[in-house]
């Protein structure tokens, strides 16, 4: 039997001994009903916390009825209302406000800034917003809840009205005030306010940095970047936020040079990137041009193991489709699937665009058929797909599938038909798309439309349809201007096209890259070669644009034409490129026709040392060699064509049946009614010969170089 406790001794102490140590208060007697309060409100946090209404009602009946001071209830109060807004709880929520006035606590601190959280929860802002103007509060708190729920919303101009008034009772606005304040603001356009409020916070305000983070963003919101970046540079310090802000104004202004190199000093500065950062850059290289930028942008990102978004995912399949790296396109497409997010709409519609333009057509046809719910976008994407590599009978099939399926065409789809109707010879189509645009009101003010109407007929050889179309544009850009200067120049109106590139300058409509090769093109081909060495060098001089490739390809073309074939070479071998096979050709072809054997034999070996796979390309070659008696080397170059595979792609011609285009191959006798067209051709060829146009006998065609070298 153990001994007694009197009799026990640890260590040589009875207990007696033992119970002087024990503090007083571990002697108390236990109340057992405070207890039981404070397990009640933590039961009642929890179910609150998970969304548990009726356990958290009974939990806070039992309170009440225990609960021995206002401040209990209080605080079961809030804890309850918060749960009604969370499960979206209305009536409840409304009762426990009447029994909160019943009880004289709405106007209590603590529960009015739960109050409002839960009327704002079902867009009762007039409700918030009486409950804040009444609650006779003089701190910020509750002003700042309504302000940044407000704003949370979208209604800018609401918010704005609440920190107005909150302003007339003389309540000082904190830090939480002013970012949501300064939000509204950039979101509104509104300037003026925007620079009072900023003056308010140098006036009478600490140095915050989420305060000074919000004025940045909303500078940059105004466009004033310049201001922004003054803001940004006397930060006493900066975080990613900082950064980001100050990158993001740069890139909504299109200033990507400021936006690239900020992006370097923020990684000199050891400054963590997130994802948004690593998509606005990688966003703005797509947007350059440099698209093996935003691919090697990518890269950093998995190896600092920074997640690829479905942003990430899309822009960086935007760059795969322009370069036509299939091979990373793919590779894109499979982490899309592994982070699940390859279903996403823009994903999907990216990864067909990027097949289709990657010429992998039975891909990207998959993927399409694949998609369930198909949008516009994901029928301009296939329909875009098939235009960009000439497939007139797809895209013709595409487009009657999509009308069938319900899809309205939108101007997009239209713009991206209407160039192929030009390419393949389907004036026709053309004629038919121009009618159904005229007849819809809502594709008045899609330039992009009209401009794709004026390429149309201009490539097609229709000029003064194209300019018809012109002169009935209300609004008119440097597109609009090339697509007809083009189409004046195929049609050797040289004269009439550089009219329309002064009238262009005198609109203050700045050419760009691509209406210079227009203009010099048009040059060329009028045999105008002063006027367009002044406009090669005037590009630089008065339109800031450098010269490119085609604009010296146009100039070797402008120059072999006139016969001025030292120009031409000097041309080619002073150029800050390497030249391509077509100048290589072009120049050969000039010394061709003026009969120039010297610079002919030079370009003929430069031409060959490209190894081209155009056939035609070693028809010139060849034939420069036969006139000048070079029969070694023109043994060597039937050798290299032999030796390459090279092989003649059969001509292909139109024929307009009336109701149709019918295509038609050299040879071709697959048509039903071949016996009876080849007769005719026949005879259309000796009609030919009678009217003085016959082939130059000391050249060797295509199709005998060929023959001889099979």
Same mark, same amino acid.
């Given at each position: 039997?153990p001994?007694?406790?009197?009799?026990?001794?640890?260590n040589?102490l009875?207990?007696?001994?033992?119970?002087?140590f024990?503090?007083?208060?571990?002697?108390?007697p236990?109340?057992?009903?405070?207890?039981?309060?404070?397990?009640?409100?933590?039961?009642l946090?929890d179910?609150?916390?998970?969304?548990?209404?009726?356990k958290a009602?009974?939990?806070f009946?039992r309170?009440?009825?225990?609960?021995a001071?206002?401040?209990?209830?209080l605080y079961?109060?809030?804890?309850?209302?918060?749960?009604?807004?969370k499960?979206k709880a209305?009536?409840?929520?409304k009762?426990l406000h009447?029994?909160?006035?019943?009880?004289?606590?709405?106007?209590?601190p603590?529960?009015?800034?739960?109050?409002?959280?839960?009327?704002a929860?079902?867009?009762?802002?007039?409700?918030a917003?009486?409950?804040?103007?009444?609650?006779n509060?003089?701190?910020p708190?509750?002003?700042?809840?309504?302000?940044?729920?407000?704003?949370r919303d979208?209604?800018?101009?609401?918010a704005?009205?609440?920190?107005?008034?909150?302003?007339?009772?003389?309540i000082?606005?904190d830090?939480?005030?002013?970012?949501?304040?300064l939000?509204?603001?950039?979101?509104?356009m509104d300037?003026?306010?925007?620079?009072?409020?900023?003056?308010?916070?140098?006036a009478?305000?600490?140095?915050?940095?989420f305060?000074?983070?919000a004025l940045?963003s909303m500078?940059g919101?105004f466009g004033?970047v310049?201001?922004?970046r003054?803001?940004?540079?006397?930060?006493l310090?900066?975080?990613a936020?900082?950064?980001?802000?100050?990158?993001?104004?740069?890139?909504?202004?299109g200033?990507?040079?400021?936006?690239?190199? =900020? @992006?370097? %000093?923020m990684?000199e500065e #050891? !400054?963590e990137? +997130?994802?948004? /950062?690593w998509?606005? *850059?990688?966003?703005g &290289?797509?947007?350059?041009?440099?698209?093996?930028?935003?691919l090697e942008?990518?890269?950093?990102?998995?190896t600092?193991e920074t997640?690829?978004?479905?942003?990430a995912?899309?822009?960086?399949?935007?760059a795969?489709?322009?370069?036509?790296?299939?091979?990373?396109?793919?590779?894109?497409h499979?982490?899309?699937?592994?982070?699940?997010?390859?279903?996403?709409?823009?994903?999907r519609?990216?990864l067909?665009t990027?097949?289709?333009r990657c010429?992998?057509?039975?891909?990207a046809?998959?993927?399409f058929k694949?998609?369930?719910?198909k949008?516009?976008?994901?029928?301009n994407?296939?329909?875009?797909?098939?235009?960009?590599?000439d497939?007139?009978?797809e895209?013709?099939? =595409? @487009?009657? %599938?999509?009308?069938r399926? #319900? !899809?309205?065409? +939108?101007?997009? /789809?239209?713009?991206? *038909?209407?160039?192929l &109707?030009?390419?393949?010879a389907?004036?026709?189509?053309?004629?038919e798309?121009?009618?159904?645009?005229?007849?819809?009101a809502m594709?008045n003010e899609?330039?992009l439309l009209?401009?794709?109407?004026?390429?149309?007929y201009a490539?097609?050889?229709?000029v003064?349809?194209?300019?018809?179309?012109?002169?009935?544009?209300?609004?008119?850009?440097?597109?609009?201007?090339?697509?007809?200067?083009?189409?004046?120049?195929i049609?050797?109106?040289?004269?009439?096209?550089?009219?329309?590139?002064?009238?262009?300058n005198?609109?203050?409509?700045?050419?760009?890259?691509?209406?210079?090769?227009?203009?010099?093109?048009a040059?060329?081909?009028?045999?105008?070669?002063?006027?367009?060495?002044?406009?090669f %060098?005037r590009?630089?001089?008065?339109?800031?644009?450098?010269?490119?490739?085609?604009?010296?390809?146009?100039m070797v073309?402008?120059?072999?034409?006139?016969?001025?074939?030292?120009?031409?070479?000097?041309?080619?071998?002073?150029?800050?490129?390497?030249?391509?096979s077509?100048?290589?050709?072009t120049?050969?072809?000039?010394?061709?026709?003026?009969?120039n054997?010297?610079?002919?034999?030079w370009?003929?070996e430069k031409?060959?040392?490209?190894?081209p796979?155009?056939?035609?390309?070693?028809?010139?070659i060849?034939?420069?060699?036969?006139?000048a008696?070079?029969?070694?080397?023109?043994?060597?170059?039937?050798?290299c064509?032999?030796?390459?595979g090279?092989?003649?792609?059969?001509?292909?011609?139109?024929v307009?049946?009336?109701?149709?285009?019918?295509?038609?191959?050299?040879?071709d006798?697959s048509?039903v009614q071949?016996q009876?067209?080849y007769?005719?051709?026949g005879g259309?060829t000796?009609?030919m010969k009678?009217?003085?146009?016959?082939?130059k006998?000391?050249f060797?065609?295509?199709?005998?170089i060929?023959?001889?070298?099979?």
């Open positions: 039997m001994p007694s406790s009197s009799r026990l001794i640890l040589g009875s207990v007696s001994q033992l119970e002087k024990i503090p007083k208060k571990w002697k108390q236990i109340n057992n009903e405070h207890i039981m309060r404070i397990n009640l409100i933590e039961t946090k179910f609150a916390g998970r969304g548990n209404l009726s009602f009974e939990a009946t309170i009440r009825i225990t609960a001071s206002h401040d209990v209830v079961s109060f809030a804890h309850i209302i918060f749960c009604c807004g499960v209305l009536a409840q929520g009762q009447a029994c909160a006035i019943a009880l004289g606590l709405e106007k209590n603590v529960l009015v800034p739960k109050l409002v959280t839960f009327y929860s079902f867009s009762l802002y007039n409700n917003c009486f409950l804040v103007e009444n609650s509060i003089r701190y708190l509750p002003w700042n809840l309504l302000i940044s729920l407000y704003v979208g209604f800018y101009a609401e704005l009205c609440v920190y107005k008034q909150m302003q007339s009772r003389r000082r606005g830090n939480f005030t002013y970012p949501s304040v939000k509204a603001c950039g979101e509104m300037v003026d306010f925007g620079r009072v409020v900023h003056s308010c916070i140098d009478c305000h600490e140095w915050s940095l305060v000074h983070n940045v500078y919101k004033q310049n201001v922004a003054r803001l940004f540079d006397k930060m310090e900066r975080d936020v900082s950064w980001n802000t100050m990158i993001s104004a740069y890139a909504s202004k200033l990507w040079k400021e936006a690239f190199q =900020l @992006f370097v %000093e990684q #050891g !400054v990137v +997130n994802v948004i /950062t998509n606005t *850059i990688a966003g &290289c797509l947007r350059t041009g440099n698209f093996k930028g935003v942008l990518l890269s950093r990102m998995r600092q997640y690829l978004d479905s942003v995912t899309v822009i960086g399949l935007g795969c489709s322009h370069i036509g790296a299939l091979k990373l396109g793919k590779e894109i499979g982490s899309a699937v592994r982070g699940c997010y390859g279903e996403y709409e823009n994903v519609n990216a067909i990027m097949y289709s010429k992998d057509l039975r891909h046809y998959i993927l694949m998609t369930a719910e949008s516009i976008i994901t029928w994407s296939m329909l875009s797909g098939y235009t960009h590599l497939c007139a009978e895209s013709a099939f =595409l @487009f009657r %599938e999509m009308f399926s #319900g !899809v309205e065409p +939108n101007y997009v /789809t239209i713009a991206s *038909i209407l160039p &109707c030009a390419r393949v389907n004036l026709q189509h053309g004629k798309f121009h009618c159904y645009i005229l007849r819809r594709f899609h330039l009209w401009n794709s109407l004026v390429e149309m490539r097609s050889g229709k003064p349809e194209a300019k018809s179309v012109f002169d009935l544009m209300s609004r008119r850009d440097e597109v609009t201007y090339t697509s007809l200067i083009a189409g004046y120049g049609q050797g109106e040289g004269r009439v096209a550089l009219k329309l590139f002064e009238e262009m005198k609109n203050q409509i700045k050419p760009d890259h691509v209406t210079m090769v227009a203009v010099l093109s040059c060329s081909h009028s045999g105008l070669v002063v006027e367009g060495q002044k406009q %060098e590009m630089t001089s008065i339109y800031g644009i450098f010269p490119q490739l085609e604009h010296f390809a146009c073309d402008l120059y072999g034409r006139a016969g001025l074939l030292n120009k031409a070479k000097e041309i080619i071998t002073k150029m800050p490129y390497t030249p391509t077509a100048m290589w050709a120049l050969l072809g000039a010394c061709q026709i003026h009969r054997t010297g610079i002919g034999e370009a003929a031409l060959l040392e490209t190894r796979e155009n056939s035609g390309y070693y028809v010139l060849a034939n420069m060699y036969a006139a008696g070079c029969w070694d080397k023109l043994a060597k170059v039937r050798t064509m032999r030796d390459l090279v092989r003649k792609i059969p001509g292909c011609a139109w307009d049946a009336g109701s149709v285009f019918s295509p038609f191959l050299v040879d006798t048509n071949a009876e067209i007769p005719l051709l259309l000796e009609l009678d009217a003085g146009y016959v082939v006998e000391e060797c065609s295509e199709e005998e060929v023959e001889e070298i099979g």
